[in-house]
């Protein structure tokens, strides 16, 4: 009992704390505890509920964490100016659920010859007495891409506002073989069956695109080992490596440190190249120092099957970490924007981050499973919901009258007539599905399909984003597409309008389609069938804003599909300052 009121009471001071810093950093009162009194004035499309700078320009997400009781994020940021640029610095906020955020003073600023080019991206390491420590790229005096350690310089502090960079900087350089420019991006750190510590720096090798591995007995003294973990001769550079475990059974996440065992687990190899963001799965035995790809040929980017991917759409340069609190791993992702360098400057800021999301291994285990964070539902309002409504073919149903400018929406379809699918030749199949989506937008008229979401639309249905699937047969097997329309989400010029595509790993014969969307102004972010296929988008409408933003159902097919249940919820504002 005494020990459980010390908990008590040391989480009260924390929370008081956290009050203390929001009130006096950034010149606001909060009473009542009740931070969603905070308010912040609205930008033109600018989002309300997905993390953001303040101002200027936003890239890759760094070492996310959870530390003695507060989630923090660093990112890449500009303080400068709302475009990218080399100097680069360690941006940080702090939050208590993930969603509503504190943004902090800078983790990392160039400083030193190691970095005075530019704090790059890194990660959040753990060492055995449970103390974080950074390790970042930095763009040296000769623009030199070299690794760097940066320590708290007070472990009890739960915001960890100041770090101390290492004496020893930088603690890696550019090994023989490997460009200068092409080294970065350290890995989270894990241990090694000597007791020592292993990371990965994504880069270019002789071998192809590698996670080149490393290994030391105290963090600072690295060597490099002889083998990359992994590598793929066809893919190109890697940015942004991770690597990390994840149960065969169940949605827990796992950690390095508690229980990653051989025939417990598969390993998660992933890489930022190609302004996409892939992985496979496979097996890693730590005494050989090898990972092994369940595929094979892992990130071979040379034919039309172009592997595994975390999202479909607009989504970069990813992070995950272990929440030690929730005992889940969490992915945080970048995602760019979608119009000019010029309408950056313009608006004042650049970049944003999906909401973060629980990753767990599926039930088959050939992909991933991703869903918003649980958090995020305690911004909904006003629920509105449908049950066993008919869709007939070529029809569009209006679900959402007044503003749809931010709303969760879950949709799940039925198929009474799954025989009347097109039938299509096999080889259809080895094609791209984002050209197959461009080829087949939502106002093709197939039989089963296309039928999703109109989001973000207007009254006269000018303007929209179509989320939708498109189920097909080949020979005794059906298929699903699941397409992310822009062509007319905006009559802005000047916008990329891409429309993304992606085949769903699902039996429409014995499984419901679902689709779960998250609507915030300017980003459409869509999990279809539970999580299997991720696809999100940018977009700027110019007719269907605030109030003037409508959600509406639709079937461009012939035949009926049953919208056997739907539910909305208007989204409430996170509290980002």
Known sequence: MVTKGLEMVKCGVVALYFLWLISNRFGFVVSHGDINEVHI????????????????????????????????????????????????????AVSRDLINWAHLNHALEPTHPFDINGCWSGSVSFLHNNKPVILYTGLDSSFQQVQNLAIPSNFSDPFLEIWTKSSHNPIIVPPNGVERHRFRDPTTAWPGPDGGWRIAIGGQTSYGGAAMLYGSEDFVHWYQSRFPLYSSRDSGNW??????????????????????????????????????????????VPEKEKFTSDSGDGFDLRGTNLGLRYDYGKF???????????????????????????????????????????????????????????????????????YNK?????????????SASQVDTEVSFEFPYLEEAERVDTRWFDLDPQLLCSKRDASVNGRVGPFGLLVLASNDLSEHTAIFFHVLKAHNRYV??????????????????????????????????????????????????????CITSRVYPTLAVDDDARLYAFNNGTQSVVISSLKVWKMSNAQIV
């Open 41 to 92: 004035p609205q930008q033109f499309q600018r989002t309300s509920y997905h993390f953001h700078p303040l101002k200027n320009w936003m890239n890759d997400p760094n070492g996310p964490m959870y530390y003695k009781g507060i989630y923090h994020l660093f990112y890449q940021h500009n303080p400068n100016g709302a475009v990218f640029d080399s100097k680069i610095v360690w941006g940080h």
């Open 480 to 533: 699903v597409l699941m397409c992310s329309d822009q062509s007319r989400s905006s009559f802005r010029e000047g916008v990329d309008k891409t429309t993304y595509g992606a085949f769903v790993d699902i039996d429409p014969r014995h499984e419901k389609i679902s689709l779960r969307t998250l609507v915030d102004r300017s980003i459409v972010e869509s999990f279809g069938a539970k999580g299997k296929t």
């Open 239 to 284: 940015e942004c490596p991770d690597f990390y475990p994840v149960k065969l059974n169940g949605s827990n996440g796992v950690d390095f440190l508690n229980g990653s065992r051989v025939g417990v687990v598969k390993y998660v190899m992933k890489a930022s190249l190609n302004s996409h963001d892939y992985y496979t799965l496979g097996s890693y």
């Open 390 to 402: 008919e869709l007939r073919g070529r029809s569009t149903m209006k679900v959402l009258g007044g």
């Open 316 to 386: 970069y340069a990813s992070k995950t970490f272990y929440d030690s609190s929730q005992k889940r791993r969490i992915l945080w992702g970048w995602v760019n924007e979608s119009d000019s360098r010029e309408d950056n400057i313009k608006k004042g800021w650049a970049g944003l981050q999906v909401i973060p999301r629980k990753i767990w291994l599926s039930k088959t285990g050939r992909q991933l499973i991703q869903w918003p964070v649980k958090e995020v539902e305690k911004l909904r309002t006003n629920h509105f919901s449908l």
